[in-house]
């Protein structure tokens, strides 16, 4: 059975960070796009950032300079470093692996709060 586990959620104050993960039970996870998706209360889900399996990545205008997503395939995780959070930053994080058009798997989310 294909999981995908986030933790590393939280409250953080403005300005501070955090590092989300997300450990996959993919088989062939070094060959699956990883990536981040956020929702925000009465919001569409967007992408936040995602990496290929050669290692390119790709963020959201948003968040640029501040996110980095990394992954570590020996351990099947993939990481999103969250720095210099804004209010704007809360909203519940989800983890996605994506390979070819036909496997596509989602974790349950993370709730991430951004408030003084």
Same mark, same amino acid.
């Given at each position: ?17 955090? +590092? ?15 990536? =981040? ?20 990545? %790709? ?15 020996? %351990? ?15 909203a ?6 994506? +390979? ?5 798997? =989602? ?6 709060t951004?408030?003084?």
């Amino acid at each position: 059975q294909v999981q995908l586990v986030e933790s590393g959620g939280g409250l953080v104050q403005p300005g501070g960070s955090l +590092r989300l993960s997300c450990a996959a039970s993919l088989s062939m996870f070094s060959f699956y796009t990883m990536g =981040w998706y956020r929702q925000a209360p009465g919001k569409q889900r967007e992408l936040v950032a995602n990496i290929r399996s050669g290692g390119s990545t %790709n963020y959201a205008d948003s968040v640029k300079g501040r996110f980095t997503i990394s992954r570590d395939n020996t %351990n099947k995780t993939v990481y999103l470093q969250m720095n210099s959070l804004e209010p704007e930053d809360t909203a519940v994080y989800f983890c996605n692996g994506k +390979r070819l058009s036909t496997f596509d798997y =989602w974790g349950q989310g993370t709730q991430v709060t951004v408030s003084s």
